[in-house]
Nanobody
Framework: QVQLVESGGGLVQAGGSLRLSCAAS????????MGWFRQAPGKERDFVAA????????YYADSVKGRFTISRDNAKNTVYLQMNSLKPEDTAVYYC?????????????????WGQGTQVTVSS
């Protein structure tokens, strides 16, 4: 069992930056693929970024490539999402997720554990 707790959301102006953190419990965190998803009001939850347990494989949604960076610190059981050049369309609740398999996937349904989400609001 893994518990995930996101933090770092907030209100920021367009062009600004935020860094989200996701703290995980459990001794096997280092073996999990970790992902970030987001859900805007009235929309489906969408993939944002994912990172393999070894950090060697990174995936990004096209909409965030070049602006967002996913990283992880296995010693701290934490995954991060650095978000730069934020746009109003980035406004959403951001969720951290863990996939117990060794594959890296963008598919929401493949992730086994989810955090409660953190709100990110980008004003124009």
């Amino acid at each position: 069992q893994v518990q995930l707790v996101e933090s770092g959301g907030g209100l920021v102006q367009a062009g600004g930056s935020l860094r989200l953190s996701c703290a995980a419990s459990g001794r096997t965190f280092s073996r999990y693929t970790m992902g970030w998803f987001r859900q805007a009001p009235g929309k489906e939850r969408d993939f944002v970024a994912a990172i393999s347990w070894s950090k060697s494989t990174l995936y990004y949604a096209d909409s965030v490539k070049g602006r967002f960076t996913i990283s992880r610190d296995n010693a701290k059981n934490t995954v991060y999402l650095q978000m730069n050049s934020l746009k109003p369309e980035d406004t959403a609740v951001y969720y951290c997720a863990a996939d117990a398999s060794l594959r890296v996937t963008t598919l929401l349904g493949r992730y086994d554990y989810w955090g409660q989400g953190t709100q990110v609001t980008v004003s124009s």
